[in-house]
């Protein structure tokens, strides 16, 4: 399994157009930290939170670099007629696109703060602030890095259930986007019991949704605790892994 993994994390470096997109993404983090120039310090790490959504928006992208494009170049087909297990082969490039993410997260980090800090406001920070500050980040990132994974891991299954990688990522983002934010941020005022009824099935779900750490205005919910996003995103993953690895069985690679 290390030698496959090491393997597919090679062949992620080695794709020019992949290396092209990577830093055109760190270009516009660059950017991003731009716009709190000036800004206290503790203003410019609650922006880096507030950032961090963006995280679940780039998991179809690395499902996508992991994959590789092997079904249009037979490397896929390659490797199940080598003999190569099936759940190696599923698994090995979902755990190089999780690796290739934590790269791509702490790159984010480092080029965020490498611009922010410097140009933000240094002087009369008040230390409570600060440490709250500090308090917020740690706990957003804990928080977000779970949910992370989880993302990757319905990416992943979209990429090897679906036969157009097109089809994938309009599901992928359609999911998270009309899907999720509804459950995760609509609460309904009116349409009497349907309205209670969407209400319920929101309230019931919320907690387990990718994005129910990142958007909860609008309601009364309480937003997801560290433990709480962590349970979701091992729970996303591994029911993702058990469809996908099915899914993957029971598929005739061409």
Excluded at 6 to 19: G, K, P, V
Excluded at 130 to 139: H, K
Excluded at 235 to 251: D, E, Y
């Amino acid at each position: 399994m290390l030698n496959y993994l090491s393997a597919e994390l090679w062949r992620m470096t080695r794709r020019r157009l992949d290396l092209i997109w990577c830093a055109a993404y760190l270009l516009l983090v660059g950017v991003v930290a731009l716009s709190w120039t000036g800004a206290p310090l503790h203003q410019t790490m609650e922006g880096f939170r507030d950032f961090l959504v963006i995280g679940l928006y780039l998991g179809y992208p690395l499902a996508a670099l992991a994959d590789g494009e092997a079904r249009r170049l037979g490397t896929l087909r390659n490797e199940v007629s080598y003999g190569l297990p099936w759940g190696r082969i599923y698994l090995g490039k979902l755990c190089s696109a999780l690796l290739a993410g934590t790269v791509l997260f702490l790159l984010t980090a480092a080029v965020f703060f490498a611009v922010g800090f410097p140009l933000s406001e240094h002087r009369q920070i008040q230390p409570d602030r600060l440490l709250l500050a500090w308090a917020g980040l740690l706990t957003g990132t804990l928080s977000a890095f779970p949910r992370y994974i989880g993302a990757v891991g319905l990416a992943h299954l979209l990429c090897f259930s679906l036969r157009s990688s097109g089809l994938g990522a309009v599901v992928y983002y359609g999911y998270l986007t009309f899907g999720e934010l509804f459950l995760s941020a609509a609460q309904i005022h009116g349409l009497g019991p349907l309205g209670l009824l969407i209400n319920s099935v929101a309230e019931a779900v919320r907690p387990y949704l990718l994005t129910s750490g990142f958007f909860t205005y609008g309601t009364e919910a309480v937003p997801p605790g560290v433990l709480e996003s962590w349970i979701t995103g091992l729970l996303w993953l591994l029911l993702t892994s058990a469809v996908g690895l099915v899914l993957f069985r029971r598929r005739e690679i061409r």
